[in-house]
């Protein structure tokens, strides 16, 4: 697959021969688009393994005939891969767009929230990007096969006998007992979608296809999965207390921002990209994340820090924070206070609460160890303070070194 | 694996964890979300600064649970008492294997303009960053810029707690093909660094 890609990458997932045979008999240059269609071709089963229908949908799918291949530059060869998995997301080039309630059915409604076709491309170059940028013996990022928006035309050619008519294998949420959001049955997902691309002008569905991580304790695993995400295994086997599964994550979150550029703002339990164990997820809706906390990088939406727009963005996100803040410390806690005193009973939830305890120019200060004086002068330097400490965060933590061999 | 000129890994790795938090923060309550999502994960890097404080009657379990309560506990200058940032040292070392060949550091021409690429590329910058990392000045990890220093932080370097010594402990392997022992690699890297790592 290495011929396909972009990025110069040594190991990782590769194709196997039926797929190169395939490929080769098209008549132009191979896309991503026909690798998706040659791969959702050849799908005999498919599980969903995340369903928040309004920003992403993830399926693991089984492929028949065809066959991936996966390199991790270990000397014992590994086992051919079966499975791959697909995400799937809108996008729409004015996110601002109002769109429709999919159907009265749902309560609370479902509404699709796209992203920035950017933004979507994004999350599969950045995926890419971290492969390649780590040894390929400890990569625990997902390596990805192909992305590429969908036209509706291309959804319906693409995703309709899998969703509609091979759904023989799969297991769905009950409405009862559905978290917000999610549609349901994998009719219902193709339906919803479908109906929104046909309701919204400049509306995409965007597929990621990438490497599945999938753990079955006990069992062999058809993939580099067992080596590189032993702790992330161990952790959900609960052979390995929290704190050292804690500490393995943000070595990995710092490595991310050193070495591969990018800062997520998205790394919590709930993004399901992996999952553990097939019988305990997805039963209900309520429960389906209980017993696989996973933190598998979700990278959509992440700060690219390679991409000026994103590096503008974060300053203009500062530049705002600050401007908002009140000035003093006593200050803040005194606006605080009324603002939570003038809100309704009914709307005092947590989160709402948490979020009227505003911060001060003081504090921040004292974060950044900028000296405190007035507010336009303090503002000034707390942006140059926040330039430099993201710079400092893109400094490699390593250097390269001489490989004598 | 570190930067050589980097003589204070845990305050690197620190201050990289203080900006994902922020912003993590900062982008998540443009959203109306309050919270670190990535705070799950910091709150055990960070075990001293765990436990519950109640603002505005809202209970919260941890300082990344509220901006304005992790705006004030921490900063980037000075390492918070009690971290585990030692233990995030090694995971980044072990996840980086020694015969890594990748260099990870961009082309400086890759790197977007700006102030940032002034501050990426100009020898005053990086000696500022140097000088953050400076022994002498953080030699007990919690002496501040200013000089100042918490007797109790101090005291804290000097004798680990229990709860330390026991997560400075792992018993399996992160490395692909064998056990680790924990005690060989730290003699190995108090040979390389010249000092003993508690």
């Given at each position: 697959m290495n011929k396909h890609r972009n990025y110069s990458q040594k190991g990782g997932l590769g194709f196997g021969d039926a797929i190169e045979d395939d490929l080769s008999k098209l008549p132009h240059d191979i896309t991503d688009i026909d690798i998706i269609r040659l791969l959702l071709s050849d799908v005999k089963a498919f599980h969903?393994?995340?369903?928040t229908s309004m920003h992403a949908i993830v399926l693991e799918c089984i492929m028949d005939k065809y066959e991936l291949t996966m390199d991790d530059m270990s000397k014992t060869p590994l086992p051919p891969v079966k499975s791959f998995c697909v995400k799937l997301g809108f996008t729409h080039s004015d996110i601002t767009t109002r769109l429709d309630v999919y159907?009265?059915?749902f309560d609370p409604p479902i509404i699709p929230c796209p992203i920035l076709p950017a933004k979507a491309r994004a999350e599969g170059e950045i995926q890419k990007r971290l492969w390649s940028r780590f040894p390929e013996s400890t990569t625990f990022v997902p390596d990805v096969i192909a992305h590429s928006p969908l036209t509706p035309e291309q959804f319906k050619e693409m995703f309709e006998i899998i969703l509609?008519?091979?759904?023989?294998q799969y297991r769905f949420v009950d409405y009862k007992g559905r978290n917000d959001g999610v549609v349901g049955t994998p009719e219902h997902i193709y339906d919803y979608v479908v109906t929104q691309l046909q309701r919204h002008r400049g509306l995409q569905v965007y597929v990621i296809l990438m490497e599945m991580i999938k753990y079955k304790p006990g069992q062999n695993h058809e993939?580099?999965?067992?080596q590189v995400f032993q702790p992330l295994h161990k952790f959900r086997e609960g052979t390995m207390s929290r704190i050292y599964f804690a500490l393995r994550v943000a070595a990995q979150l710092t490595l991310m921002a050193a070495k591969g550029k990018v800062v997520s703002h998205?790394?919590?339990?709930?993004?399901?990209?992996?999952?553990?164990d097939d019988t305990k997820n997805y039963s209900d809706g309520s429960k389906m994340f209980d017993k696989s906390k996973t933190f598998?990088?979700?990278?959509?939406?992440?700060?690219?820090?390679?991409q000026q727009a994103d590096i503008n963005s974060l300053n203009e996100l500062f530049i705002e924070l600050c401007q908002s803040a009140m000035l003093s410390s006593g200050e803040a806690t005194v606006n605080s206070e009324r603002l939570v005193d003038a809100m309704q009973p009914e709307k005092k939830t947590n989160e709402a609460v948490l979020l009227k305890n505003g911060i001060c120019i003081e504090e921040l200060c004292k974060f950044f160890g900028v000296e405190f004086t007035d507010k336009r002068k303090s503002i000034a330097l707390l942006l140059a303070s926040f330039k430099k400490k993201l710079a400092i965060v893109l400094l490699c933590l390593i250097k390269s070194r001489k490989i004598n061999h | 694996m570190f930067d050589k000129k980097s003589k204070n890994k845990p305050l690197d790795v620190h201050r990289r964890l203080m900006m994902i938090a922020f912003i993590d923060f900062m982008y998540n309550r443009t959203q109306?979300?309050?919270?670190?999502?990535?705070g799950e994960i910091l709150k055990e890097v960070y075990p001293e600064q765990k436990g519950s404080k109640t603002i505005f009657r809202v209970n919260i379990?941890?300082?990344?649970?509220?901006f304005r309560s992790f705006l004030t506990a921490f900063n980037l200058l000075e390492l918070p008492v009690g971290n585990l940032l030692k233990e995030v040292v090694i995971d980044i070392e072990d996840i980086l294997s020694?015969?890594?060949?990748?260099?990870?550091?961009?082309?400086?021409?890759s790197i977007p303009n700006l102030s940032l690429v002034h501050t990426l590329g100009s020898k005053r910058s990086r000696g500022d960053y140097s000088a953050h990392t400076d022994t002498s000045r953080t030699k007990k990890t919690h002496i501040s810029d200013t000089g100042q220093q918490s007797s109790a932080a101090f005291h804290r370097q000097e004798t680990p707690s229990l709860f330390s010594r026991i997560v400075s402990w792992?018993?399996?392997?992160?490395?692909?093909?064998g056990t680790r022992k924990i005690k060989g690699i730290r003699n190995r890297k108090s040979r390389r660094n010249g000092k003993i790592l508690h």
């Amino acid at each position: 697959m290495n011929k396909h890609r972009n990025y110069s990458q040594k190991g990782g997932l590769g194709f196997g021969d039926a797929i190169e045979d395939d490929l080769s008999k098209l008549p132009h240059d191979i896309t991503d688009i026909d690798i998706i269609r040659l791969l959702l071709s050849d799908v005999k089963a498919f599980h969903i393994l995340s369903d928040t229908s309004m920003h992403a949908i993830v399926l693991e799918c089984i492929m028949d005939k065809y066959e991936l291949t996966m390199d991790d530059m270990s000397k014992t060869p590994l086992p051919p891969v079966k499975s791959f998995c697909v995400k799937l997301g809108f996008t729409h080039s004015d996110i601002t767009t109002r769109l429709d309630v999919y159907s009265d059915k749902f309560d609370p409604p479902i509404i699709p929230c796209p992203i920035l076709p950017a933004k979507a491309r994004a999350e599969g170059e950045i995926q890419k990007r971290l492969w390649s940028r780590f040894p390929e013996s400890t990569t625990f990022v997902p390596d990805v096969i192909a992305h590429s928006p969908l036209t509706p035309e291309q959804f319906k050619e693409m995703f309709e006998i899998i969703l509609k008519k091979r759904h023989d294998q799969y297991r769905f949420v009950d409405y009862k007992g559905r978290n917000d959001g999610v549609v349901g049955t994998p009719e219902h997902i193709y339906d919803y979608v479908v109906t929104q691309l046909q309701r919204h002008r400049g509306l995409q569905v965007y597929v990621i296809l990438m490497e599945m991580i999938k753990y079955k304790p006990g069992q062999n695993h058809e993939s580099r999965n067992l080596q590189v995400f032993q702790p992330l295994h161990k952790f959900r086997e609960g052979t390995m207390s929290r704190i050292y599964f804690a500490l393995r994550v943000a070595a990995q979150l710092t490595l991310m921002a050193a070495k591969g550029k990018v800062v997520s703002h998205d790394t919590h339990s709930n993004n399901v990209m992996g999952i553990t164990d097939d019988t305990k997820n997805y039963s209900d809706g309520s429960k389906m994340f209980d017993k696989s906390k996973t933190f598998v990088y979700d990278f959509g939406g992440a700060f690219d820090l390679t991409q000026q727009a994103d590096i503008n963005s974060l300053n203009e996100l500062f530049i705002e924070l600050c401007q908002s803040a009140m000035l003093s410390s006593g200050e803040a806690t005194v606006n605080s206070e009324r603002l939570v005193d003038a809100m309704q009973p009914e709307k005092k939830t947590n989160e709402a609460v948490l979020l009227k305890n505003g911060i001060c120019i003081e504090e921040l200060c004292k974060f950044f160890g900028v000296e405190f004086t007035d507010k336009r002068k303090s503002i000034a330097l707390l942006l140059a303070s926040f330039k430099k400490k993201l710079a400092i965060v893109l400094l490699c933590l390593i250097k390269s070194r001489k490989i004598n061999h | 694996m570190f930067d050589k000129k980097s003589k204070n890994k845990p305050l690197d790795v620190h201050r990289r964890l203080m900006m994902i938090a922020f912003i993590d923060f900062m982008y998540n309550r443009t959203q109306e979300h309050p919270y670190c999502q990535c705070g799950e994960i910091l709150k055990e890097v960070y075990p001293e600064q765990k436990g519950s404080k109640t603002i505005f009657r809202v209970n919260i379990t941890s300082l990344f649970k509220d901006f304005r309560s992790f705006l004030t506990a921490f900063n980037l200058l000075e390492l918070p008492v009690g971290n585990l940032l030692k233990e995030v040292v090694i995971d980044i070392e072990d996840i980086l294997s020694p015969d890594e060949r990748i260099t990870g550091q961009l082309p400086e021409n890759s790197i977007p303009n700006l102030s940032l690429v002034h501050t990426l590329g100009s020898k005053r910058s990086r000696g500022d960053y140097s000088a953050h990392t400076d022994t002498s000045r953080t030699k007990k990890t919690h002496i501040s810029d200013t000089g100042q220093q918490s007797s109790a932080a101090f005291h804290r370097q000097e004798t680990p707690s229990l709860f330390s010594r026991i997560v400075s402990w792992r018993p399996w392997s992160w490395k692909r093909g064998g056990t680790r022992k924990i005690k060989g690699i730290r003699n190995r890297k108090s040979r390389r660094n010249g000092k003993i790592l508690h």
